[in-house]
């Protein structure tokens, strides 16, 4: 008897141990990220109610906890947006983010900033984009930028996360300031544009909106379009909270006030936020070896001549 009780814990144990190994190797070797300064902390945290109005897709946006956090959508009917109150100049903007569950294949949560609406031909964007997996945790997260109607040429960067974003809120980051364009994930910087001059001329410069936004990208998300959206798994449901919006707020004549107590009109463009700090860069590095998968500076398939801020120093 005590031999077989044996037996049986030690199978189970080998099966736990199997279990574990096949979910690692599903989903890659989970690494812990170094402890990094939270810029986070340094602005306040504003409801949805005082900071976005609807995008589109009204009836798929539930406002939650007394206008604290927000639900947008994505079903057979439609997607939905939230779109800024306010447009910015440069500024620190984030939103935290629970995506979806399960099959999530062809689903796109994006925030970003643009200005298409009023700059069609030459307009600016700055992109957090989440792609959906025909996995079911395997969200990717992909970031990009277009300056001056630059559209037809792709800037994107393509990372596996390091976390579960099903599970819990986690914040995404744009830093955006006349020195550099900075993405963070949980304070974490994954991707830095250097405003130099190989980029100039297709930096974004001109006031933006933020926005919020859930979609069917079945015909590019997944693979290249290889696994669309599956609205059996449908409601696709994105939760938002943890709102900062801390820039230059445009006001008429291209002039724009302040909303922090910095003595600049752009609240990050102090010494702080000029450069990553050495921490910052070990975040930035450690993101980088061990979690992007694809750069676009890096697909010579794609581009005979990259793009001159490829091989600039």
Same mark, same amino acid.
């Given at each position: ?8 814990? &030690? ?15 599903? %989903? ?18 504003? $409801? ?17 906890? *007394?206008? $604290? ?7 057979? $009917? ?24 399960? &099959? ?10 643009? *200005? ?5 031909? *030459? ?35 393509? &990372?596996?996360?390091? &976390? ?13 300031? *006349? ?11 994954? %991707? ?55 820039? #230059? ?6 002039? #724009? ?6 003595? $600049? ?22 993101? %980088? ?12 398939? %794609? ?6 801020? #490829?091989?600039?120093?």
């Amino acid at each position: 008897m005590e031999f077989f009780l044996h037996d049986r814990k &030690f199978i189970l144990s080998a099966f736990l141990i199997l279990c574990m190994i096949i979910v690692v190797s599903c %989903r890659g070797p989970v690494y812990k990220p170094p402890e990094i300064e939270k810029l986070t902390d340094h602005f306040s945290r504003l $409801s949805v109610n005082q900071s976005y109005n609807v995008f589109y897709g009204g009836s798929n946006i539930h406002i939650t906890n *007394n206008g $604290s956090s927000a639900e947008i959508i994505l079903d057979k $009917s439609s997607g939905s947006g939230l779109i800024s109150k306010e447009k910015y100049y440069y500024g620190f903007f984030n939103a935290a983010l629970k995506l979806p569950a399960h &099959f999530t294949s062809g689903v796109v949560v994006a925030f970003y900033m643009s *200005n298409s609406d009023v700059f069609p031909h *030459n307009h600016d964007e700055i992109d957090f984009e989440l792609l959906g997996h025909e996995k079911r945790r395997d969200w990717v997260l992909q970031t990009n930028l277009y300056g001056n109607g630059s559209v037809h040429t792709g800037r994107e960067e393509k &990372f596996y996360l390091w &976390f579960d974003p099903t599970l819990d809120f986690h914040d995404y980051t744009i830093l955006w300031n *006349n020195h550099h364009i900075v993405f963070l994930v949980d304070n974490v910087p994954v %991707r830095e544009v250097v405003h130099n001059t190989a980029i100039s001329s297709v930096y974004p410069s001109k006031p933006m909106s933020t926005i919020l936004t859930i979609w069917d990208g079945s015909e590019w998300a997944t693979h290249g379009g290889k696994y669309p959206v599956n609205y059996n798994y449908a409601p696709f449901i994105t939760t938002i909270k943890g709102i900062e919006l801390e820039g #230059c707020v445009k006001q008429q004549q291209n002039t #724009c006030s302040k909303r922090s107590s910095t003595s $600049s009109l752009d609240p990050v463009d102090g010494e702080g936020f000029m450069k990553l700090s050495s921490q910052q860069m070990k975040g930035l590095d450690w993101a %980088r070896r061990k979690h992007m998968f694809y750069s676009y500076c890096q697909d010579t398939k %794609r581009y005979k001549v990259l793009p001159p801020e #490829c091989t600039s120093e």
